[in-house]
């Protein structure tokens, strides 16, 4: 399994940005997803989730109606739709399943929100 997170940058407080989530090796139709996210001296965590159904979605509540998680099943790529951006929102973000497996990890990448 391979997961490349990509689209991440430098971008300014307010504005919006897309990341995305290519995958090989895993179906998104049968397996949950999320994306997740590590601040600079903080532990990871859970952003947004997708059920393999991708009729279910959820958010962190300090994420909630910014972000939006979805999927392109023909490309086998996840995204993270993320707006109205916050310097809080500055991190390295991840894709992997739900729960995480340790060996799925990828290198993510980096969004920093400038104020």
């Known amino acids: 399994v391979q997961l490349v997170e990509s689209g991440g940058g430098l971008v300014q407080a307010g504005g919006s940005q897309r990341l995305s989530c290519a995958a090989s090796?895993?179906?998104?139709?049968?397996?949950?997803m999320g994306w997740y996210r590590q601040a600079p001296g903080k532990q990871r965590e859970l952003v947004a989730t997708?059920?393999?159904?991708?009729?279910?979605?959820n958010y962190a509540d300090s994420v909630k109606g910014r972000f939006t998680i979805s999927r392109d099943l023909t490309k086998n790529t996840m995204y993270l739709q993320m707006n109205s951006l916050k310097p809080e929102d500055t991190a390295v973000y991840y894709c992997?399943?739900?729960?995480?497996?340790?060996?799925?990890w990828g290198k993510g990448t980096l969004v920093t929100v400038s104020s």
């Open positions: 997708i059920s393999s159904s991708g009729s279910t979605t």
């Open positions: 992997n399943k739900l729960p995480p497996r340790g060996d799925y």
């Open positions: 090796g895993i179906t998104f139709s049968i397996n949950s």
